[in-house]
């Protein structure tokens, strides 16, 4: 059950009670779409800036001069390249990619330390490699371009990316913690309302399975079982009460708490649950 679950962060992944798969909201969605088309025009300017600082370079624009042009280019590129990893990163944390998906976990998590690198190092090897730019000038731009690049670059790197696995496992705790009358540490803002679903649905079926013999209710559901022997529906079904419901009549059925549910992909509560009493012979239809 939900309330059993440890809220150690060091309890293994595979120990947690998974109800369900943790998915982006619509909103959570948009707003990671909004975030990464800033991102990229973001970096897309970084890039432009870099294409033009290359393309005066070899107009030899720099070699005994300009050296404040050359590092105000340097300076565009950082300031964009990092804004554009910031609103990359804060959409990652909007929709997360799956860690089981490893090469696309690492460049989605790591994109803004690579277009840092992408938007810095041609201008930079170019720099140090012209032969025609005064000697001085090309160390302090090389030097101040190195920085810029490392800078950047570091603050492009995710350290601890999200990914669903994580908001899966998190959700689930706040869940746990929301039934159990916790303190809500688990529940970050990426998982606090879909934690509060899966814990609201637990209580609701508490509520209508009441009886004299289970006077606090029971968590016990009714599903169609997973097509062909699957672990789970490849479709979300309805879980229900009891098995005798009209829905369940002919069909292939598991039963189990809402968290066993929730697993096989039922996770839609049955919107007849006053009829569904009577069907069963609960007491605490109102």
């Known amino acids: 059950m939900l309330g059993s679950l440890s809220m150690s962060d060091n309890k293994p992944a595979e120990d947690v009670d998974v109800t369900k798969e943790w998915r ?3 909103g959570q969605q948009s707003a990671a779409t909004r975030l990464r088309v800033f991102a990229a025009i973001s970096w897309l300017i970084a890039i432009g800036t870099e294409v033009a600082g290359i393309v005066l370079l070899r107009q030899h624009k720099f070699d005994h ?3 404040a042009l050359l590092i105000g280019l340097l300076v565009v590129i950082a300031i964009f390249a990092i804004a554009g990893s910031l609103m990359w990163k804060a959409a990652n944390r909007h929709d997360p990619a799956r860690e089981s998906d490893t ?5 989605q ?3 803004g330390a690579i277009i840092t690198v992408i938007a810095f190092l041609p201008l930079v090897v170019l720099i140090f490699m012209d032969k025609d730019m005064d000697p001085k000038n090309k160390k302090i731009a090389g030097g101040i371009g ?5 800078a950047a670059t570091f603050i492009g790197i995710d350290f601890n990316p ?3 696995e994580q908001y899966t496992q998190d959700m689930n705790q706040c869940a746990a913690q929301i039934k159990a009358g916790q303190p809500t540490t688990a529940c970050s803002p990426e ?3 879909q934690a509060k679903a899966i ?3 637990s209580a609701t079926v508490a509520d209508a399975t009441k009886d004299a013999a289970h006077p606090a209710g029971q968590d016990v559901v009714y599903w169609i079982a997973p097509e062909n022997g699957a672990k789970k529906s490849s479709t979300p079904h309805v879980f229900h009460i009891c098995q005798g419901v009209s829905p369940l009549n002919g069909k292939a059925v598991n039963h189990g708490s809402v968290t066993q549910a929730y697993a096989e992909n039922a996770t839609r509560i049955t919107k007849q649950i006053p009829m569904e009493q009577k069907q069963c012979g609960f007491s605490g239809a109102k």
């Open 24 to 26: 982006a909201t619509h």
């Open 65 to 67: 001069g300009n050296l």
């Open 103 to 107: 090469v696309k976990f690492f460049v």
């Open 109 to 111: 998590n790591q994109l």
């Open 146 to 150: 190195v920085v810029l690049a490392a």
């Open 162 to 164: 999200p990914s669903v």
């Open 191 to 193: 998982v606090a309302d």
């Open 199 to 201: 814990a609201q649905d």
